[in-house]
């Protein structure tokens, strides 16, 4: 295998040091996402009326609502097929198609109502890739910032193993409706002008497996019955000695 075949971000003749960065990839909510809401105000009282996920504790016979450490997980609200969750007291919110920040800031100002200075924090627990193939941890991934690139998504994922092909990493990606398959190579510095450098929610990334890992497997296949007939050999000696 030579190093062309494994360098990362190689650079072409002539080319210059620095290039244009795809755009950032600000992810919209929608239909079936999973939102946690940690509401916080100067009333923790008040505020634990709308944290339905809140642990509670006692303190002196008394119980009161204890502050998480951090949002809960896999617990919160599920965006309906109109696009809206539904708030304690607040009642419906219409939350389909704004980014999380958008998200927070009119949660918040609902809030306002019956919070004295509310601040609101919203994850999106909906934002799962998939890493398979050639890496070294192979595996479900749940981003909790809403944003992920492709060569941070291979390093959760362990990185590309030696025998994985890093000029044809497959992506495989909802749109409207349909998937798309599109073939990134990490070899080449283009790849970060590629729109498929910041990865969407869902999407696959697949590494396919190199010659050398196919030919291994292939002799590992042709070893095992001659080693398993050596044993048995070596089984029925041992039991006619004895």
Do not use: C, W
């Given at each position: 295998m030579s190093p062309k075949q494994i360098v990362y971000f190689?650079?072409?003749?002539?080319?210059k040091s620095a290039i244009q960065a795809a755009e950032t990839y600000v992810p919209r909510l929608g239909p079936g996402d999973v939102l946690a809401i940690q509401v916080s105000s100067l009333n923790q009282e008040a505020s634990s009326f709308f944290n339905p996920y809140m642990l509670m504790q006692t303190n002196n016979g008394r119980t009161q609502?204890?502050?998480?450490?951090?949002?809960?997980?896999?617990?919160?609200?599920?965006v309906s097929p109109s696009g809206t969750i539904e708030l304690p007291l607040v009642g419906t919110v219409p939350v389909g198609g704004l980014t999380v920040a958008e998200c927070s800031a009119l949660i918040r100002q609902k809030l306002t109502a019956y919070l004295k200075e509310?601040?609101?924090?919203?994850?999106?627990?909906?934002?799962?890739?998939s890493v398979l193939g050639e890496v070294a941890r192979p595996s479900l991934f749940?981003?909790?910032?809403?944003?992920?690139?492709?060569?941070?998504?291979l390093s959760l994922?362990?990185?590309?193993?030696?025998?994985?092909?890093?000029?044809?990493?497959?992506?495989?990606?909802?749109?409207?409706?349909?998937?798309?398959?599109?073939?990134?190579?990490?070899?080449?510095?283009?790849?970060?002008?590629?729109?498929?450098?910041?990865?969407?929610?869902?999407?696959?990334?697949?590494?396919?497996?190199g010659k050398a890992r196919v030919a291994n497997a292939d002799r590992f296949y042709l070893l095992v019955p001659a080693v398993l007939s050596a044993l048995s050999f070596i089984a029925i000696l041992f039991t006619g000695r004895y």
């Open positions: 190689q650079e072409d003749p002539g080319a609502p204890s502050v998480p450490t951090g949002l809960p997980e896999m617990a919160g609200y599920l509310p601040t609101v924090n919203v994850r999106n627990q909906n934002f799962r890739i749940t981003i909790p910032n809403d944003q992920i690139t492709l060569i941070e998504a994922a362990g990185d590309v193993t030696i025998y994985g092909r890093r000029d044809n990493v497959l992506i495989i990606r909802d749109e409207n409706g349909r998937k798309t398959f599109t073939r990134i190579n990490l070899t080449q510095r283009q790849l970060f002008r590629s729109p498929y450098y910041y990865l969407h929610p869902n999407d696959i990334v697949y590494v396919e497996p």
